[in-house]
């Protein structure tokens, strides 16, 4: 078990470009979470996935934002236009979900963090 | 919908002392409550969780918290910090019954200073 990994760490971009972040869950871990947390703030929730279906996205998600979970293992988080309102630390979560695990299915656990500045 | 509130947005304590982060929340249906630890630059840290039976739930590095339903709460105690305890904790909760992602909602956070 090594954990949520995201990619990269730390990104610097300029306004108006467009960014991705990348999220590896658990192995096996069938539902997966993103997340955005800004200063002083505790995170919020943007979206979830169960396997490669998108399930529920919160309305913070603008238009300018797209995720994906393509085979169910992996997630991308996109952010096109960026603006500065968008410098926040993004957050992936995975879950084993009921039937895998039902003791801990509410279990997030989350990665490091990807930290996103826009100048 | 669910929210949380931590009252305390920072607690500064001595090593060794006792401390209390207080966490309530509000739902209209059944939750489930967590606690998180977030150190600096780093991402959460699961420390303790309420789903069921005993009110009373023990956590990770010696820290607990009591579920009091009546008083919608959930605070997390400690009774002798240490300087390593020194980070933000996030009080959290997650509806029941409502199907669907099981997001969690999370409070503002507490940061928790512990001082030599």
């Known amino acids: 078990d090594t954990g949520v990994s995201q990619d990269p760490r730390h990104k610097i971009t300029k306004r108006g470009q467009n960014v991705t972040f990348r999220c590896d869950p658990i192995?096996?871990?069938?539902?997966l979470y993103w997340y955005r947390q800004t200063l002083g703030q505790g995170p919020e929730f943007l979206t979830y996935?169960?396997?490669?279906?998108?399930?529920?996205k919160s309305r913070l998600l603008s238009d300018r934002f797209s995720a994906e979970r393509p085979k169910g293992s992996f997630s991308t988080l996109e952010i096109q236009r960026t603006e500065q309102g968008d410098s926040a630390m993004y957050l992936c979560?995975?879950?084993?979900?009921?039937?895998?695990?039902?003791?801990?299915?509410?279990?997030?656990?989350f990665g490091p963090g990807t930290r996103l500045t826009v100048t | 919908a669910q929210s949380v509130t931590q009252l305390d947005s920072q607690v500064p304590v001595f090593e060794e002392a006792p401390v209390e982060l207080r966490c309530n929340y509000s739902?209209?249906?059944?939750?489930?409550l967590f606690w998180y630890v977030q150190y600096p630059n780093q991402g959460l840290q699961l420390l303790l969780k309420?789903?069921?039976?005993?009110?009373l739930v023990k956590g990770i590095n010696g820290f607990e918290a009591e579920f009091n339903k009546s008083q919608t709460s959930f605070h997390l105690r400690k009774p002798s910090v240490h300087i390593s305890d020194t980070a933000e904790y996030f009080c959290?909760?997650?509806?029941?019954?409502?199907?669907?992602?099981?997001?969690?909602?999370f409070g503002k956070g507490t940061k928790l200073t512990v001082n030599p």
């Open positions: 979560a995975s879950s084993p979900g009921r039937y895998l695990k039902p003791t801990h299915s509410y279990e997030q656990y």
């Open positions: 739902s209209s249906v059944s939750v489930y």
């Open positions: 309420y789903l069921s039976g005993s009110t």
């Open positions: 996935f169960q396997n490669e279906a998108q399930l529920e």
């Open positions: 959290a909760v997650s509806g029941l019954g409502q199907g669907g992602s099981e997001k969690l909602v």
């Open positions: 192995s096996e871990h069938n539902r």
